[in-house]
Each structure stands twice: as structure tokens, then as C-alpha cells.
T-cell receptor, first 114, second 111 residues
Framework: DAGITQSPRHKVTETGTPVTLRCHQT?????MYWYRQDPGHGLRLIHY???????DKGEVSDGYSVSRSKTEDFLLTLESATSSQTSVYFC?????????????FGSGTRLTVV | DAKTTQPNSMESNEEEPVHLPCNHS???????IHWYRQLPSQGPEYVIH???SNVNNRMASLAIAEDRKSSTLILHRATLRDAAVYYC????????????FGPGTRLSVLP
């Protein structure tokens, strides 16, 4: 999607290795989010950010950490990847928490942990 | 957990209207109802949102029950490109007023 880029698009990694996924936006939006999507679960919120160095946990944050040192970048790190973290990861951005402001999602990163 | 419930799947014929239901019995007076959809191999995209009265845009209409405990997304004339998973969402106080998605409704459109 225009204004939000996820990298890499696909990654295969081994169990126990660290992995970092990047979300980059050019919209200067304050709010950024990481979701994971698994069959039968819809999208589940991992972590979110309200601004630079301001992050909080979502509903499935165990095993994940995030960092936001610049407005445009929100990094998701799996410190020691496990097979249960095989998933499709989506980043989203939002200008505001007010109801008339929605989310714009990236195209996703497909991560496979073998 | 999501604050909404939707049927797992629905089927429609091409060029016919589609009514996708959503129940949100615990909705508060200030909660807006948001709808997103996810096409195959893509991230979710915004469809429509509303508070009380019915809403229309170029993609769809949103009909909200008078007691606001349910709503219906209406696609007036389904096309094959409308085949997607449709999510009905309320903001969640447990996660900073952010969106928490449920499994959604998978809409199949038959030619």
C-alpha cells in the first residue's frame, strides 16, 4: 500500500534465531501496530506504538519485542524464533485514535520458522 | 477477544445484493462500528464505519439497528472482486482503544 512498506515480504528462519521485521511509513502517522494472522484467528494485536519510544503490549505479545526510534519505522523482533511464530505479520498505521480515523495496513510479511 | 460476532462464512451470487450481519451486544453509547475487508493475499482495507444512523459510501452501506446491538454491511451488487473476509470491529478499551479483530466472515461470490 502507498505510504506503508513491510520488509522482508517473505522470510524463512531456523528455530532459535533472532528475527527482525520492519515497518516503514511515509505518512508521518503517530500510531503504528503489529498484528499476526493465523488460520481461524483473524488478526491478533502483538504490540502498538503511540509515538517515538512509546510502545505497549497487545493481546499476544509474549515472545515479541518492538522498538520505535523514529516516527517512520516500527520494528518487530522475535528474540528467539519458535515454530509457533510461523505466521503472516501485518503492520498498520493510523493518524489518530479518534473514530473517524481508520487504519492503513501493509501488504504483510510471511514468516516461516523451521 | 473481539467484541463482535459474525457468521464464519457466507455465499452470494454475482450481481446480487449481500447482507453481512454482525452482533455487538456489549457496544457502548460512544462506540463506532467499523468494517474492514481482506482480499486474498493482502492486508485488510477500510470499508465503512458509523455510529447510529445508516451510512453509505461508494463501496457499501452500513445499516445499524436502533438499539445498536447489531449492524449489517450491505454490498448492493456483489462482484467476484468482493470475495474476501469481512471484519466487523469495535475499538477495545483493553488495548488502548485500538482495533481487535475477530475471525470475520468469509464471503464467497459465485459467478
Amino acid at each position: 500500500d502507498a505510504g506503508i512498506t513491510q520488509s522482508p515480504r517473505h522470510k524463512v528462519t531456523e528455530t532459535g534465531t533472532p528475527v527482525t521485521l520492519r515497518c516503514h511509513q511515509t505518512e508521518n502517522h503517530r500510531y503504528m501496530y503489529w498484528y499476526r494472522q493465523d488460520p481461524g484467528h483473524g488478526l491478533r494485536l502483538i504490540h502498538y506504538s503511540y509515538g517515538v519510544k512509546d510502545t505497549d503490549k497487545g493481546e499476544v505479545s509474549d515472545g515479541y519485542s518492538v522498538s520505535r526510534s523514529k516516527t517512520e519505522d516500527f520494528l518487530l523482533t522475535l528474540e528467539s524464533a519458535t515454530s509457533s511464530q510461523t505466521s503472516v505479520y501485518f503492520c498498520a498505521i493510523s493518524e489518530s485514535l479518534r473514530e473517524n480515523y481508520g487504519y492503513t495496513f501493509g501488504s504483510g510479511t510471511r514468516l516461516t520458522v523451521v | 477477544d473481539a467484541k463482535t460476532t459474525q457468521p464464519n462464512s457466507m455465499e452470494s451470487n454475482e450481481e446480487e445484493p449481500v447482507h453481512l450481519p454482525c452482533n455487538h451486544s456489549t457496544i457502548s453509547g460512544t462506540d463506532y462500528i467499523h468494517w474492514y475487508r481482506q482480499l486474498p493475499s493482502q492486508g485488510p482495507e477500510y470499508v465503512i464505519h458509523g455510529l447510529t444512523s445508516n451510512v453509505n459510501n461508494r463501496m457499501a452501506s452500513l445499516a445499524i439497528a436502533e438499539d445498536r446491538k447489531s449492524s449489517t454491511l450491505i454490498l448492493h451488487r456483489a462482484t467476484l472482486r468482493d470475495a474476501a473476509v469481512y471484519y466487523c470491529i469495535l475499538r477495545d478499551n483493553n488495548y488502548g482503544q485500538n482495533f481487535v479483530f475477530g475471525p470475520g466472515t468469509r464471503l464467497s461470490v459465485l459467478p
